[in-house]
Nanobody, 116 residues
């Protein structure tokens, strides 16, 4: 079982930065063995995978955020981070964290709004 809690969302102007955090509470399997994903969902749009970090540290990014977003993890703290720079209005969405090891666990999400 894994419980995930996202934080760090808010309102930011275009071109600004935000850092999101995903805190995990696990029982049984070590958090380091999970692949962790950041997804986002904007109103009226499909949920979109933004960034992934595997247990090996290998990362994958959506084309729309490459060069602007950075995913990282601290397995000692059971944390995953998403540093978001050069934010655009189209980045506005609820950002959700997912951890996967055999099955998926989702957090509740944190709202990011990019607006002048």
């Amino acid at each position: 079982q894994v419980q995930l809690v996202e934080s760090g969302g808010g309102l930011v102007q275009p071109g600004g930065s935000l850092s999101l955090s995903c805190a995990a509470s696990t029982s049984g399997i070590a958090f380091s063995r999970y692949a962790v994903y950041w997804y986002r969902q904007a109103p009226g749009k499909q949920r979109e995978m933004v960034a992934t970090i595997h247990s090996t540290g290998f990362t994958v990014y959506a084309d729309s955020v490459k060069g602007r977003f950075t995913i990282s993890r601290d397995n000692y703290k059971n944390m995953v981070y998403l540093q978001m720079n050069s934010l655009k209005p189209e980045d506005t969405a609820v950002y959700l964290c997912k951890a996967t090891y055999v099955q998926d666990y989702w957090g509740q999400g944190t709202q990011v709004t990019v607006s002048a």
